[in-house]
């Protein structure tokens, strides 16, 4: 037996039924979780080493879904998932299913038997292929990919990092590791009394989307669309000590705001935005107070979310004034469930692709 029960290895067919009798795989609508549901999970990724805020069903989507299996009775294994159609609705039998920051479980044994639940399910739905991007990291990324390649999954491109602070420092010594010219502007903002606190109602809120609207079409990316992160900033404005939006003024004028969630002992910056002001950088003094609030709830490390290693310029170039802690996490992986319509996918998408090369001739 493992230390938290679970055997590691059955040494028989009646030890290994005797096991699985023990697990409980269950589908539910993420939009119509119970109360009591919604405890569950949260206590749970709050208990996990492999959660993401992205896992948390408050952040789930119209039409998202959650895959849980339960050990002894006791939840140990999540997947927040969404349902997608690579070719378009047109062709609504090829339908893939998708895992963002998933599956969470700390035990791979568990890990194994959920995600083979999962390809199981999947099958019955008629879904083409699963894809996960897991939040695993170092000696267990490493153990879950041999599982993972011995089970039929396939590697993918895409590999993602992150910085991530230790905070079980001291406050004056974790800012005396900042780069100087962090220090220098966290402290420049602070003279000028920025005052930073966090949001609490939709004209917060309404006034943050103004400002990250502006500061996409400035920069050119694609923003998140205000109606998928709204409800997330009601629940933490409720939800005290998970997380929110912290917003930075001058004399009432907003300079910026910085997303951060809590999960467990880790919290995570989310999503950002400032304004085009020379007279002003506030983004170093909300990092900042995003760490203070961290620490304060007992939190052993910030995450950056995400990081371009190699890149000197931009938003890489400012989170590494912070931290030059590089984490990073499994490859994103891919399970092909049913091989005929995949071949079908992919003959529809060559197709797709020739055709882009020939456009329409204008009449």
């Keep these: 037996m493992g230390e938290d029960g679970v055997p590691r290895h059955a040494t028989s067919v009646d030890q290994e039924l005797r096991f699985l009798d023990l697990v409980e795989f269950q589908l539910a609508s993420a939009s119509e979780c119970s109360g009591s549901l919604l405890r569950e999970i949260c206590d749970f990724l709050d208990s996990t080493d492999t959660s993401h805020p992205f896992q948390f069903p408050q952040w789930a989507g119209g039409g998202s879904h959650l895959a849980l299996l339960r050990w002894q009775g006791q939840l140990r294994w999540l997947a927040q998932f969404g349902v997608l159609y690579p070719v378009g609705r047109l062709f609504w039998p090829i339908r893939a299913l998708t895992v963002n920051r998933g599956p969470v479980c700390d035990d791979l044994e568990l890990m194994e038997i959920g995600l083979s639940r999962l390809v199981d399910e999947s099958r019955r739905m008629g879904i083409v292929y699963i894809d996960i991007a897991p939040e695993w990291v170092d000696g267990f990324a490493t153990s879950a990919r041999a599982a993972l390649l011995r089970n039929g ?36 903002s602070e003279r000028q009394q920025i005052e930073v606190r966090m949001a609490h109602d939709e004209a917060d809120f309404d006034s943050f989307f103004r400002l990250y609207r502006e500061m996409a079409s400035e920069k050119q990316f694609v923003a998140e669309h205000p109606d998928d992160v709204r409800p997330v900033l009601r629940w933490l404005a409720v939800e005290k000590g998970r997380g929110g939006l912290l917003l930075a003024r ?61 890149v000197n310029s931009g938003p890489a170039f400012f989170k590494r004034g912070f931290c030059d802690n590089v984490v990073n996490f499994s490859l994103p992986y891919r399970y092909v469930v049913s091989q005929s319509r995949y071949r079908t996918l992919d003959l ?4 797709r692709r020739r055709l882009r090369r020939f456009p329409m001739p204008r009449v």
């Excluded at 983004?283 to 990081?307: K, S, T, V």
């Excluded at 529809?348 to 197709?351: G, Y």
């Design 250 to 310: 001058k004399d009432e004028k907003l300079l910026g705001g910085a997303m951060i969630v809590r999960s467990g002992s880790r919290c995570w910056y989310i999503l950002g935005a400032s304004a085009k002001d020379g007279t002003f950088s506030v983004g170093h003094l909300l990092q900042w107070r995003a760490i203070q609030w961290a620490m304060e709830r007992g939190c052993r490390e910030y995450d950056f979310g995400g990081y371009r290693e190699g």
């Design 153 to 188: 999954w396939v590697g993918l491109a895409g590999a993602r990092s992150s910085l991530r602070l230790d905070l079980r420092v001291a406050p004056d010594h974790l800012l005396g590791n900042f780069r100087k010219a962090t220090r220098y502007e966290i402290r420049r």
């Design 348 to 351: 529809i998408s060559q197709v």
